[in-house]
């Protein structure tokens, strides 16, 4: 498996871009094999997203590493992750920064990523089964934020909860059409621009609905 790792930096993240050393070392020693379900585990390491049930995916290897190094982290950060679903972005996190907190709206998926964590010897993440919506507002402020689920608009309480100087990125919009927007806080003023295109499941609250 770790050949396959090398390969999937090499030819998916790098070639695409990609090229923060912590961001790439991560994604070389993370054993993504290990976050995915048992019938999808030869599929780890290809260039997709795969299902991890609850109708939740885990990301495509790019997408993680594109995210993480948007973020510009290092490695005294205190992260808040919106969307833990298998726990893989959370290990990729912990790997480069001080303390990763993470949020998962459904029960299973977040005690199935804290047993992940913990078998894997992450002791630098905490799992929060919650509404995302609201973050973790007893940890905060964060220095980054990653959220890993579409809301039709930026939630209110992550621009709270991001530090000053801090740095967001979140996918935005609709079911069919979202982009990817980066948001720093400057002066307590929250900056944002699009960088990409995306598609990922919506954000939701414990009834389903979307926000």
Excluded at 41 to 50: F, N, Q
Aim: charged share 20%; with cysteine.
């Amino acid at each position: 498996m770790k050949q396959k790792r090398e390969t999937m930096v090499r030819e998916q993240i790098q070639r695409r871009g990609v090229s923060n050393p912590a961001v790439l070392e991560a994604m070389r020693i993370v054993p993504r094999h290990l976050f995915v379900p048992e019938p999808y585990t030869a599929d780890a390491y290809e260039d997709m997203p795969l299902p991890i049930g609850e109708g939740q995916t885990i990301s495509q290897p790019y997408i993680v590493a594109y995210m993480t190094e948007a973020l510009h982290l290092t490695s005294s950060d205190r992260v808040l992750e919106i969307g833990t679903g298998s726990g893989y972005q959370a290990a990729i996190l912990a790997e480069i920064c001080d303390s990763v907190y993470t949020v998962e709206l459904f029960a299973a998926l977040a005690e199935r990523a804290h047993q992940t964590l913990d078998s894997l010897g992450y002791k630098n993440v905490l799992v929060l089964h919650g509404d995302g919506y609201q973050g973790w507002p007893e940890h905060a402020p964060f220095n980054a934020i990653m959220v890993t689920c579409a809301p039709n608009d930026v939630p209110e309480p992550l621009k709270e909860q991001l530090a000053e100087g801090g740095r967001m990125i979140i996918p935005v919009g609709g079911r069919y059409i979202q982009y990817l927007y980066l948001l720093e806080k400057k002066n307590g003023k929250i900056l944002q621009h699009s960088v990409l295109p995306v598609r990922f499941v919506p954000m939701i609250d414990e009834k389903g609905r979307t926000y």
